[in-house]
């Protein structure tokens, strides 16, 4: 049993103590008391801002987004392209804030490679090599890689100027289809309109080179400065095509 003497002892000790914290200070065991909750606010009072978050949203690249960024044209063609050698020349390259796009139908290139939907005898006008090449040297394969034809530099346009050359990443939409391709091949120099086997059969269009194709209604949308390396991976087209259109619908 403690003598009462002692208790008085103990309580003053306790005292001094807190005297001698500095001003402001708490002793420890203040210190470990939890704090009660905030009220929730009333009814109908507003609580506090939400947080505000440093990323950019979330960009989906659809058909429809695209075709909306794409619906005017500041020509960077010096003069304009046919579609075929019959065909009125009105189709100018219009450019935009990191692409270049034109308007055009689908012809279908099977060049490259040989294989079985690509050769002399499904397509007439079978030529074995490609104007840019695989890793290895070899041709590209039009009937497994999506890619893109453009036109032969000329007095038009030159498309190296525009910061497109061989390798470079494409979006091709036809109706609600996006399909990421790269530049793969050049064509005459005043025809625009053309793209790979794969690329046809990936947007829903009948790829055989003797009679498939589309008519109209192809939008190609070609990103400046950029490269798929290794040229003929399918994947890295996508990542990095992706990631191009995104960034093209954030900043047009």
């Not at 075709?67 to 009105?90: F, H, I, M, N, W």
Request: proline share 10%.
């Amino acid at each position: 049993m403690l003598h009462r003497s002692h208790v008085y002892a103990a309580a003053g000790a306790v005292l001094l103590a807190a005297s001698a914290l500095p001003p402001g200070a708490r002793p420890a065991a203040a210190l470990d008391t939890p704090h009660p909750p905030h009220p929730a606010p009333r009814s109908g009072a507003p609580g506090p801002p939400p947080a505000r978050s440093s990323l950019r949203p979330e960009v989906s690249v659809t058909a429809g987004a695209l075709l909306a960024k794409v619906q005017g044209c500041a020509p960077v063609s010096e003069g304009r392209y046919r579609t075929d050698l019959d065909k009125p020349a009105d189709i100018p390259v219009c450019g935009k804030k990191g692409a270049v796009f034109w308007k055009a139908d689908l012809d279908i290139d099977c060049d490259g490679q040989v294989t079985a939907r690509c050769n002399r005898g499904t397509d007439p006008w079978f030529h074995g090599e490609t104007a840019f090449h695989r890793s290895d040297g070899r041709p590209l394969n039009a009937e497994t890689l999506p890619y893109v034809v453009v036109p032969a530099p000329s007095a038009i346009w030159d498309h190296a100027s525009s910061g497109i050359r061989g390798g470079a990443v494409a979006a091709l939409v036809h109706r609600d289809r996006v399909e990421y391709a790269v530049v793969g091949d050049t064509g005459p120099a005043g025809i625009v309109g053309e793209a790979s086997y794969a690329a046809a059969h990936s947007l829903g269009i009948d790829p055989d080179p003797s009679r498939g194709g589309a008519p109209s209604g192809v939008t190609y949308i070609l990103f400046k400065d950029s490269r798929v390396t290794p040229i003929e991976s399918r994947s890295a087209a996508v990542e990095l095509g992706g990631r191009l259109a995104r960034k093209f619908l954030l900043e047009n």
